[in-house]
């Protein structure tokens, strides 16, 4: 439990420090840049939860479908 | 998984003390991403969207063991009544199959997708009553049987 | 232990860079401003009092502050000691100082124009010269400023900003 609570942290902060970095950016014009940050922690996050729904659906498998 | 070895023992398992720990843990956590996923969805909802999803797998896979020893349970009840047991693997089969259409239903729904929810959804009910046919065709040829011709 | 260390040594040195871009970008004015105050009092040393370049440049470096006192210095001192133009003597120690300095280059080609003409023309003619210098150069502070209202805040912060996610995904 221990390690998830971690995760689950990790990507509150990241999406908070990236909704700074993209406002802050987006004040001076530098759009494109903006953008790209949005980009790297939206893909960060989906791996984080990728990797857990791929978990999830293993220990399903095995508990429910017998393999 | 770890509870396995501990079943064989023991038909009847009473769960020693740690379930309202346990509980209260899950609940904690529940509200803590609840909080955060509320600042986050201001400035950026898909990133709160997918912390309501990591929350959500956190949460299953904390219960996945207990789960397991219920399925373990039943199994041994069929065993003991001498049930066939491609009926009760087919059973749980299904539960799983709607646990699956009903947790991807769910988050397709929060994330505002509400035709592809109920899509899911029916995608569930069908595959579950295609598992199914082997017991009604079973189910069926019973009770043709039962009535005298 | 170590972790909570190595997060806040990170933090430090990002929010220092971050400081240090802005410091940059705010010293850059005051350096244009201090150097086109050191032109107009050239040009007074050259027009009213008639003083000989090394003595002016002498003059100017006791005047002013740090980088730009230096570079004077530099220029007087080269001057009176070595055999050269006036022209190498001033691209020289114009190259040795801007390194320390937080001009950019297209100041460094103004001042270079600028003392290819140095020491040339009458009096008159240098004078012209040291206006045309003047409004170039203050072009470039407008500019200067622009970018330093503009670019300031956003380096500081992005330098902390990025520290904190740097930790986040490290973590």
């Known amino acids: ?67 | 998984m770890t509870f396995s070895r501990k079943l064989n023992q023991s038909f009847c398992f009473n769960r020693k003390g740690g379930s309202t720990i346990e509980i209260i843990k899950i609940v904690g956590v529940a509200l803590i991403a609840t909080f955060l996923a509320l600042i986050i969805k201001e400035q950026k909802p898909n990133f709160a969207f997918l912390l309501v999803v990591f929350v959500g797998c956190v949460i299953f896979l904390f219960l996945v063991d207990k789960i397991f020893e219920i399925i373990h349970m039943l199994e041994k009840l069929a065993v003991n009544a001498k049930v066939n047991m491609v009926y009760v693997e087919t059973i749980l089969k299904i539960i799983g199959i709607a646990y699956i259409a009903e947790f991807a239903a769910q988050i397709t729904k929060d994330a505002g997708q509400g035709a592809l929810a109920s899509k899911i959804e029916l995608a569930g009910k069908i595959i579950i009553l295609a598992m199914a046919i082997p017991i009604l065709t079973v189910l069926i040829e019973t009770i043709i049987k039962l009535i005298p011709s | 232990m170590i972790k909570l260390i190595g997060a806040i040594i990170i933090i430090v040195a990002t929010t220092w860079t971050g400081f240090e871009a802005a410091r940059n970008f705010s010293e850059r004015p005051k350096q244009l401003r201090a150097l086109r105050s050191a032109l107009q009092s050239l040009e007074a040393e050259i027009m009213y009092s008639h003083t000989p370049l090394h003595e002016a440049a002498r003059r100017l470096a006791v005047q002013l502050s740090k980088p730009l006192s230096t570079f004077f210095e530099a220029f007087g001192k080269k001057l009176t000691d070595t055999e050269t133009t006036v022209k190498e003597a001033w691209e020289t120690s114009l190259k040795e100082v801007w390194k320390k300095t937080a001009l950019k280059q297209g100041e460094f080609e103004i001042m270079k124009q600028f003392g290819e003409t140095l020491g040339r023309h009458d009096r008159f003619s240098q004078q012209k010269h040291i206006m045309l210098t003047l409004s170039h150069l203050e072009r470039e502070e407008a500019d200067a400023i622009d970018r330093q209202a503009k670019y300031e805040k956003m380096v500081k912060s992005l330098g902390f900003l990025s520290g904190l996610l740097l930790i986040i995904l490290l973590f």
Do not use: C, N, P, R
């Open chain 1, 1 to 67: 439990m221990g390690l998830e609570v971690d995760i689950i942290f990790k990507i509150a902060g990241v999406g908070i420090v990236v909704a700074f970095l993209h406002t802050v950016l987006d004040q001076v014009g530098k759009k494109e840049y903006a953008q790209w940050v949005t980009l790297f922690g939206f893909i960060y996050i989906l791996f984080q939860v990728a990797s857990i729904v791929d978990d999830l659906f293993q220990k399903i498998k095995s508990v429910f479908l017998f393999q």
